[in-house]
């Protein structure tokens, strides 16, 4: 059955707001997008939906407790809150560089979770 879904497109700054028609997992209609990338972005919002986690993990030692952590690339937005759940219980031991690997291979994803800043050791 046919069903209509409004989507605001992240791709780019223009924000498309798009309507699409959607019978299952196929976009059957679609309008209000300005380019392909926001065409783009509404079929794979419909088959696929995934984020990029950006959070914090504790660490010790450090010169500050939290350390931000972000994935390398997208996971499957119906795994973020059991990805959460597991960072939650992560903590890491200072010092840390910037791109240094937290969580290799969150939830078997195949997305690395790495630190986000450096954080030096505490004095």
């Keep these: 059955m046919k069903e209509q879904r ?9 924000g498309c707001r798009i309507s699409a028609w959607v019978d299952g997992p196929d976009v059957v209609e679609m309008s209000g997008a300005t380019c392909k990338r ?3 972005y509404v079929r794979e919002e419909v088959k696929d ?7 914090t993990v504790k660490i010790e030692g450090g010169i500050v407790h939290m350390l931000p952590v972000h994935t390398k690339k997208t ?12 960072l939650s219980k992560v903590t890491v031991k ?4 910037c791109g ?3 969580v290799p291979n969150i939830l078997g994803t195949g997305a690395d979770v790495l630190a986000s800043r450096d954080v030096e050791k505490k004095n």
Excluded: H, N, S, Y
């Design 94 to 97: 200072a010092p840390v560089k």
């Design 38 to 40: 926001g065409q783009e």
């Design 100 to 102: 240094d690997i937290i």
């Design 6 to 14: 409004e989507f605001t497109c992240i791709r780019c700054p223009m």
């Design 75 to 86: 996971i499957p937005k119906a795994l973020l809150p059991k990805a959460m759940q597991e």
């Design 49 to 55: 939906p995934r984020r990029t986690i950006i959070t």
